[in-house]
């Protein structure tokens, strides 16, 4: 079994979900990364998305392009984000890593040296957010080989045969995009949402995790009621851009927030019980 | 990763992209989930209405009555003197209504918006002339229209940003990234994503996802079949070479595509070297930089070692993008068409030849494929005939040009 499906199936038997938090690699430094994961899984992270810095995040709100800015500035890049996961594994061999980005940081490194080197530092996974199946022809068979999961992003407007299709060619959990959007939108109908992931959960039997646009511990806690999972970037990332100038401050907040958001998904999962 | 490299010339008629959209290894659709169904509805509307005859009537009545077509062939006989080698002729798209090549492309999306029943119209635009040409058709047929441009091109080209604003439409400047027309474009997408169920997104080149760069190409591609018939009534024959300037690369599509299986007619594509290819300060990802994925679609781009895509430059805003068109990575890869590089200083050079000698005051989009042209002509035969695209005025161009000279206006 892959890190990621450990991770799922302990939080299945213990009644919990999947709290995900998501940070730009190199946001604000390079030596601000490590530590923050490590934070975050102290504070009840389950699993870690990782960004891979951009010079065009298309699919992307405002707060995390600028991460990926200020993480460009100092030349964070693909080779340096997986040597952040090595330092990461080096003290937790235990929480998978899931490489978050765009497809031309990996196609320039190529194919095959990137599933190597992810596979080598310890990457569980990774979600190409423009590749969708239909062009993954390639990348797919070599990441399944390596032990990678491909993570595929579902929209409100995916239909029912795209919903098959994902399950079937992805591993680890499927990411719901929860808006038609960009990342950290602020037009959230988590009614919507829930008939959504609901309709999913019967075409799939993989975790279905709920992003874009998770701002606070009541939404997580909601969210957790019908996901297997709660995906949150952008409210941390912003209080990156914050407190920039002091890293403590701003992984403190950080792990507030996570902190907040753990308490609620568990007591939403303790009273469905 | 490996890309397949099939044999230069297609055996049967050429009749690229394949049903996903791709010229070989390039093109394709590189999008987030979200613009996979809005895609799917537009290649299907597309398909659906490229043979549909009212449609083709009305693109037929618009491109004649409201841009002006056909653009005329003009044999700039003093120039090709001058320049003593091949005959040049002068394809003037630059007499299109709003003084480019755009609004062939403008029209024909703003009428498949109409029959989608979109009544928001997204554009990005680089030197203005793209958002111009949307901005037109949205006014004339009472769309919203909203226009990303970069903030850095908000600046150089306050002309058009001003004549988008008195055609109703709304002008955002992009604050991301280099500022200037990739950023413009990330934004579109970011809108559109946003927007998809009202919104018609109408891409100025022959770039993006799948259908963009074949359905531009086709809209575009009355350039090439005028000429091709106008060439023959004039001289009796085909042009030995056709030169087009690059930017994404719709005027040059448009004036190659019918000509691609007439394998005696050369075709250039001449890209922006800015200060020189060997600087680095440059648009020309087909003469300097390698295949990637961008916007949508792999082509080749100006990237840096780690894949991040790098600030280009070019005097001109037009061709100021670091990506190009899949089809033009595809023709480039096969041999088909060659492409070359001319620099800011040899683009003002033709711009002021052709204004001196002809009276005709081109872009400096334009300028590029006629100063390449002149120096092709030159190594050319008498006898021999060059058409070049000449795919917009350069009234916009008179401030940055007059500003570069030390002039004050």
Redesign the interface.
Known sequence: MSRIQNTFAALRESGRKALIPFLTAGDPTAEFTVPCMHAMVAAGADIIELGI??????????VI??AS?RA?AH?M???KTLALVEAFRRTDTVTPVVLMG??????????RTFVERAREVGVDGALT????P??SG??LPLMLEAGLDPI????????PE?VQEMSDLGRGYLYY?SL???TG?SNLDLDDVERRIRAIKEISSLPVGVGFGVKNAEMAGTIARFADAVVVGSALVSQIEAFQDSPDQAQAQIVDILRAMREAMDASAARDA | ?TLIKDSGRVSGPYNLPDE?GHFGPYG???????L???LTELRAAYERYRTDPDFIAELDHDLKHYVGRPSPVYHAARLSREVGGAQIYLKREDLNHTGAHKVNNTVGQALLARRMNKPRIIAETGAGQHGVATATVAARLGLKCIVYMGAVDVERQSLNVYRMKLLGAEVVPVE??SRTL??AL?EA??DW?????DTFYIIGTVAGPHPYPAMVRDFQSVIGREAKQQMRELTGRLPDALVACVGGGSNAIGLFHPFIDDGEVAMYGVEAAGDGIETGRHSAPLSAGRP?????NRTY?M?D??????ETHSISAGLDYPGVGPEHAWLKDSGRATYVGITDAQAMEGFHTLTLTEGIIPALESSHAVAYAIQLAATMRPDQQILVNLSGRGDKDINTIATREGIRL
């Open positions: 810095p951009f010079s065009d995040p298309m699919a992307d709100g405002p392009q600028r800015e460009l030349k890049s693909l080779r765009y497809l031309n940081p990996i196609e320039s490194l190529g194919y957010v423009d590749l969708p239909e062009e390639e990348l595929f992003l579902l929209a409100p407007n995916s239909g795209r995009v038609k959007g960009v939108a | 990763m996903r394709g659709i590189f999008v987030a989930e979200t996979m169904e809005p991301s990234g990739k950023d990330n997408l970011r994503v946003t927007h998809v169920d990637g994925v961008l916007h949508g781009l990237e070692e780690d894949g991040e895509i790098i």
